[in-house]
């Protein structure tokens, strides 16, 4: 008797009839003989919704009641999924994060899930009821109630696989699969029936959403069988595997993109020792994230510019915590651009390949798109340009690396 872990999306879950639609593909798992726990989103929009309350209620809310707040649409489908399948004669229970419980950092908005409580999750499964838990919230230490930041239902359902030892994580989504782009802005994207754990790590960390980063790091890591597939149709899906896994290996796996992207410039910092750090020494302190990073060397005069990244949501931050430190740092002034956005190419076959690069930077430049800043890991380039560019560089990116499916 296997135990399956099956997760359903936003879209999955969106209104009573996909629940009904739900139910009855959890039905057929427990007909096979499957132990199986059900992890579930919010319905498509809910928590966008419970955000903007938050925001309308107060722009600094409380973490912690923020985390009451958004962590709610999840508790409603959960119940509704356990009454549905009641309905459709499985025996279902839900479980909230704090009963299980999912412990949890007190990161509030971010936090890691530190530590599951399988006991009554165990005895449920044992006692022939499918149990059914709200992905994305946990319970820190001193009892609040926590969240895992967006798109964390991913990672709650790799998290109970890994707590339950189960043979399998199936990720139902509205999509059939991990693409070569995203499918919703490149029809001629390819599904890959196969991708390795650290290219899909890769591709979530870039901006593909299909997957949570910290559900495909934390399924590398606790060798969880992960596979991403439609809720609505019956094809195979998607594997993430190890690379001795996939007999031939392409040059690159896919093309992502991140909108959440902001550019700063500082111009005229000082051309010292230092100086770079008490920038970056001040948006650390800050907690703000800094991602691609361009400096000059100054050549005729003491100064320099300092360009980089940040999330554009944590923009407003950014710019405030550089104005504070503005004496301290010595600059001229800060100019913040949102309209940019971050295009990767991502694949293995970069570690053992020349040219990779130059591929991507001669198909930009062909379509007269501006780089404005590169950075680069061992299976990744990355690039910032123009947002009003971004599906045509996606477009022409996928079609040099010879991703499109046949037409
Ligand atoms: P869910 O609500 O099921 O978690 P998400 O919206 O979080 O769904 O993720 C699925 C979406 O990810 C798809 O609708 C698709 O637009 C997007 N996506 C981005 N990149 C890819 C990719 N490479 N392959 C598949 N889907 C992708
Ligand atoms: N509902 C949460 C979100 O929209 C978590 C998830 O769907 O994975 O981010
Ligand atoms: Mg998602």
Redesign the pocket.
């Known amino acids: 008797m296997a135990t399956i872990v099956m997760k359903f999306?936003?879209?999955?879950m969106a209104g009573i009839e996909r629940i009904r639609h739900v139910a009855s593909r959890v039905r057929r798992e427990v007909e096979a003989g499957h132990r199986v726990a059900v992890v579930v989103?919010a319905m498509?929009g809910e928590t966008d919704r419970l955000v903007g309350f938050c925001r309308e209620a107060s722009p600094l809310a409380d973490p912690a009641e923020y985390d009451v707040v958004v962590s709610s649409g999840e508790q409603v489908t959960s119940g509704l999924l356990a009454i549905a399948l009641g309905a459709a004669g499985v025996p279902a229970r839900s479980f909230l994060g704090w009963q299980l419980p999912v412990r949890t950092s007190a990161a509030h908005g971010l936090a890691r899930i530190e530590e599951i409580g399988t006991g009554d999750l165990v005895a449920a499964l044992d006692a022939g009821q499918v149990a059914v838990i709200p992905g994305f919230q946990g319970v820190t230490a001193d009892g609040r109630v926590s969240t895992l930041g967006r798109?964390g239902?991913?990672t709650s359902a790799v998290a109970v696989a890994a707590a339950l030892g189960a043979e399998r994580c199936d990720i139902y989504?509205?999509?059939e699969?991990?693409?070569?782009?995203?499918?919703?802005i490149v029809p001629r994207a390819r599904k890959l029936a196969k991708i390795t754990y650290e290219e899909m790590l890769e591709?979530a960390s870039v901006g593909?959403?299909?997957l949570q980063t910290r559900s495909v790091e934390l399924a590398m890591k606790e060798r969880v069988r992960l596979a991403v597939k439609s809720s609505f149709s019956e094809e195979p899906g998607t594997l993430v595997v190890d690379e001795d896994e996939i007999v031939e290996q392409e040059l690159i796996a896919?093309v992502?993109y991140d909108r959440n992207e902001a550019k700063v410039t500082i111009v005229a910092v000082p051309d010292r020792p230092g100086a770079v750090a008490t920038i970056f020494g001040a948006l650390a302190d800050a907690n703000i994230n800094v991602d691609m990073i361009v400096q000059n060397i100054a050549h005729d005069t003491a100064v320099t510019d300092v360009t980089f990244t940040v999330p554009r949501t944590e923009l407003v931050r950014a710019r405030a915590v550089l104005e504070a430190a503005k004496d301290a740092i010595g600059f001229e002034r800060l100019i913040a651009d949102e309209k940019v956005v971050k295009v990767s190419v991502v694949g293995v076959g970069m570690k053992s390949h020349a040219g990779v690069a130059v591929t991507m930077f001669r198909a930009l430049a062909e379509r007269g798109i501006n780089i404005q800043a590169i950075t680069t890991s061992e299976i990744k380039i990355s690039v910032l340009i123009a947002e009003e560019y971004l599906e045509l560089a996606v477009r022409v990116l996928h079609t040099a690396y010879g991703l499109d499916a046949a037409a």
């Open positions: 999306g936003g879209t999955s989103s498509a798109g239902s991913d989504t509205d999509v699969g991990v693409f070569t782009t995203d499918p919703r591709l593909a959403k299909v896919g992502a």
